[in-house]
């Protein structure tokens, strides 16, 4: 049986049980985008692009709360950056370091977080068109 996200990994770090059916996602769900949409009573777009003023335990904590996921886990793709938020912070829960650290000692790489204006990005950083 595949590790669920709530509660087998996170516990009790978050308040998971006001989000309907957040107890089925596991970490392949995630992975493969099959949790269904992440729509939230307020907001329509990603969560990962409009709530940019919040850190990672309260974005989630604030999409949980307000995720009506009905009974599609698992039955539809659907693209999420909140999801790959989700993984990183399942990485950092189960190996207990930062993500940057577990992929720089992971992969032997050196790792920079970018992001930002267009004339901020790195060389060969993804351009995200609106």
């Not at 999801?83 to 992929?103: A, F, H, N, P, Q």
Request: net charge neutral; glycine share 6%.
């Amino acid at each position: 049986m595949e590790m669920r996200v709530f509660p087998e990994i996170f516990g009790n770090d978050f308040n998971y049980s006001i989000c309907q059916n957040s107890e089925n996602i596991t970490v392949g769900h995630l992975l493969n985008h099959m949790v269904g949409a992440w729509p939230t009573s307020t907001r329509a777009e990603d969560p990962m692009f409009s709530r940019v003023d919040l850190n990672h335990r309260i974005l989630i904590q604030s999409v949980l709360y307000e995720t009506k996921l009905g009974e599609e886990v698992g039955k539809s793709y659907t693209y999420s950056n909140f999801g790959y938020c989700l993984l990183g912070r399942v990485i950092e829960k189960v190996t207990k370091k930062t993500y940057v650290d577990y992929i720089r000692d992971q992969f032997k790489v050196e790792v920079r977080v970018a992001g930002g204006p267009a004339n901020k990005l790195l060389p060969n950083e993804t351009y995200y068109y609106s």
